[in-house]
């Protein structure tokens, strides 16, 4: 069974730090590029940051630059997302989605392919 669940969100002040991670069950996302989006209710999805299978090209959305590190290790069937000087405005529920079809760090995030989500509140 194809299984995608994030962790790692939480409650924690501006200023600080938290590490999510993405682990997938049933295929391997050696094959997929990765990447973390991010929903805050009545808001656009928006794409925060992107991995490609190598691992070797990121990007990231303008909002994150600087304070957020995409990272996988496709031993662990794992991504990761550090996320440092958090904002308030980082508040959202967290997704990770995995793409299939492309050498290149470009993500969408569909239904099959991605898990439930974390939530990640920054307090002021």
């Known amino acids: 069974q194809l299984q995608i669940v994030e962790s790692g969100g939480g409650l924690v002040q501006t200023g600080g730090s938290l590490r999510l991670s993405c682990v997938a069950s049933?295929?391997?996302?050696?094959?997929?590029?990765l990447g973390w989006f991010r929903q805050v209710p009545g808001k656009e999805r928006e794409k925060v940051a992107c991995i490609n299978r190598s691992g070797d090209s990121t990007n990231y959305a303008d909002s994150v630059k600087g304070r957020f590190t995409i990272s996988r290790d496709n031993s662990k069937n794992t991504v990761y997302l550090q996320m440092n000087s958090l904002k308030t405005e980082d508040t959202a529920v967290y997704y990770c989605?995995?793409?299939?079809?492309?050498?290149?760090?470009?993500?969408?995030?569909?239904?099959?392919?991605r898990g439930q989500g974390t939530q990640v509140t920054v307090s002021s």
């Open positions: 989605a995995a793409t299939a079809g492309t050498d290149q760090a470009i993500c969408v995030m569909t239904d099959a392919y």
């Open positions: 049933g295929f391997s996302l050696e094959y997929y590029a």
